[in-house]
């Protein structure tokens, strides 16, 4: 990243029996260890049972902590326990359903066809970027292939950097989509 500021993003696994202690949570050291080699300041993963807690810890993030990045991992299936898309829902400000299809459609093209399954939502609440994930730790793989194409130039973006600042394209390459829109 161009930014002074190293990036910051927070963890958030989302499981009702990883909460209770009944196992341990694999998907979440999976996202922050992602994370870190994109050189984020990394928090967490926490880890809190689905539902209200999920709303009340994004909340914390987004508007107290006012990280960059949050991701979860985790309830975003259509299991009637799942609420991590509704938890978030009501925060985002810009939703970026392209992103949370490009997701899906990763899983989808390397052999995992129950990926289109996930509701995981992808959008900006305050200035944040919070992105949920499925559970596995195969989906918390797949997510970040995705991902770490992308979290640097959108970091910039809501840092309010010009449009073209995290474009690696030469000038020739952007030169040839004069024309064709900023989009």
């Known amino acids: 990243m161009t930014d002074e500021a190293r990036p910051t993003a927070a963890v958030v696994t989302v499981s009702t029996r990883a909460a209770a202690g009944d196992y341990a949570d694999r998907s979440g050291p999976i996202i922050a260890e992602s994370l870190r080699e994109l050189e984020f300041e990394v928090t967490g993963p926490y880890v809190v049972a689905d539902g209200l ?3 009340e810890i994004l909340r914390e993030l987004v508007f107290q902590a006012a990280v960059d990045v949050v991701i979860t991992t985790g309830g975003t299936g259509i299991n009637p326990t799942d609420q991590t898309p509704e938890q978030t829902r009501g925060l985002l400000t810009a939703e970026l359903p392209q992103l949370a299809a490009a997701i899906a459609r990763y899983g989808v093209d390397h052999g995992v066809p129950t990926a289109v399954l996930s509701r995981g939502l992808a ?3 305050s200035r944040t970027l919070i992105i ?7 989906g918390a793989r797949d997510g970040m292939a995705v991902l770490k194409e992308v979290l640097p130039h959108a970091v910039s973006q809501l840092r309010g950097s010009d449009h073209r600042a995290g474009d690696q394209r030469t000038s020739e390459q952007r030169g040839s989509d004069a024309g064709a829109g900023d989009g």
């Open 123 to 125: 959008g900006v609440a």
């Open 53 to 55: 807690p999920v709303g």
């Open 132 to 138: 949920n994930l499925p559970g596995s730790s195969g």
